[in-house]
């Protein structure tokens, strides 16, 4: 793993199964304005964040309750200079269960403090991995903000 990589991990009393479902219901945890699907390798799927950013992903790799790797194919990110920032990164799910809890480690593979996005995708990224998308295991319900974008 490339020590530069944005990662964060949570553990949480759930199936890996079930986890993956969660993960693949992408507006359950995510406050984003989502088209497509996420359920199945090679699904495609856009995100917008408001105006005319988007991103487009591809489910590039699916192993059932192991692992989900998302490729950013595509996205436009108007308030950086770099607006392909994200473009040919890749959002990493691996998950692990245990005796019912099921870890999960994410990495958002090319976000990394050299980027112009990393002072604010780092903190968003924490907080729809270990405040939202936790909740949405635990509660049902993902915790939604405001993008600080």
Request: proline letters at 4%; a neutral charge.
């Amino acid at each position: 793993m490339e020590k530069n990589d944005f990662y964060c991990s949570i553990s949480a009393k759930i199936s890996a199964g079930e986890a993956m479902k969660k993960i693949s219901n992408v507006p359950g945890w995510w406050g984003v304005t989502f088209a497509g699907n996420a359920e199945k390798q090679n699904d495609k799927f856009v995100i917008k964040m408001g105006g005319d950013s988007f991103f487009d992903f591809t489910v590039a790799e699916l192993i059932p309750r192991k692992r989900i790797v998302w490729q950013i194919t595509d996205c436009n990110m108007p308030w950086y200079s770099d607006k392909k920032e994200w473009a040919n990164t890749k959002l990493i799910f691996d998950l692990k269960e245990n005796q019912g809890e099921t870890e999960l480690s994410f990495k958002h593979e090319g976000l990394t403090p050299d980027v112009e996005c990393y002072k604010d995708c780092a903190p968003g990224w924490t907080h729809w991995i270990k405040t939202s998308l936790f909740s949405y295991f635990t509660k049902g319900e993902g915790v939604f903000r405001p993008s600080t974008i």
